[in-house]
């Protein structure tokens, strides 16, 4: 959704109003028509939930409701001059959730077969995104039942809302461990990065399992983990 005011004039009437569609980094797509408006300077705010479940509002809110594990994200460009009668506008979208990633490893002298699963419990998404700032207050409370990670291999991801909070999460891990078809579910509690998720952010967790338990051995902010039509993770590259 491609919102646009007349500049410096943010207001709960936008003077128009896109909705386009894009596969990858290029061109937009209008839906229903491109956006024309009369020569001048104009401001533009643009939020996507850049998922397949088209969660984008059908008419114009300042304040956007969220939901967890959807990619939320904003941009706005200021003072842009609309003289040509075709105007290119340049976008640069931001992520305005977290997105926490793990990484099952095997623990010394222990077999990892299959991973068949990884939940985590998320925050309570009751903020909502500011479309005129790109901000999501953080949530304080972390909801008691677990969202499943999107999995590629060893590899689970999931977004969500921001949170600061000096609890726990609880993650459970199910998977093949110490011979071929012996299924095992680990649950440990998973703290959070320095007391917060940040908006924007990507965690990655190393957890490794030993016979009967979980520990982590390292957290780090990496680069946001890309993921393919489906929702499942790419192979993350560490932030240098």
Request: glycine share 6%; hydrophobic share 35%.
């Amino acid at each position: 959704n491609i919102y646009a005011f007349d500049s410096g004039t943010f207001s709960s009437s936008p003077i128009g109003i896109g909705i386009y569609t894009t596969q990858t980094a290029g061109i937009f797509t209008p839906t229903s028509g491109p956006m024309y408006l009369l020569g001048g300077e104009y401001d533009f705010y643009t939020i996507s939930s850049n998922d397949t479940k088209n969660n984008n509002p059908t008419s114009f809110v300042e304040e956007y409701p969220l939901a967890n594990d959807i990619d939320y994200i904003w941009a706005k460009i200021l003072k842009q001059d609309i003289q040509n009668r075709v105007s290119v506008v340049p976008i640069t979208y931001n992520h305005c959730c977290s997105q926490i990633v793990v990484k099952v490893v095997a623990g010394e002298n222990v077999y990892l077969g299959e991973i068949s699963s990884i939940t985590i419990t998320p925050s309570t998404p009751g903020n909502s995104l500011s479309i005129q700032t790109g901000i999501i207050p953080p949530a304080t409370t972390i909801e008691s039942t677990p969202l499943a990670m999107h999995l590629n291999k060893n590899i689970g991801q999931v977004i969500m809302v921001p949170l600061k909070t000096s609890n726990t999460l609880k993650l459970s891990i199910t998977a093949e461990v110490n011979a071929v078809g012996n299924i095992k579910t680990f649950t440990v509690d998973m703290p959070v990065y320095n007391g917060e998720f940040q908006s924007g952010h990507s965690y990655l967790y190393e957890a490794i399992i030993d016979a009967d338990q979980i520990t982590f051995s390292n957290v780090n902010l990496v680069n946001w983990i890309d993921v393919d039509n489906s929702g499942n993770p790419l192979y993350p590259q560490p932030t240098k």
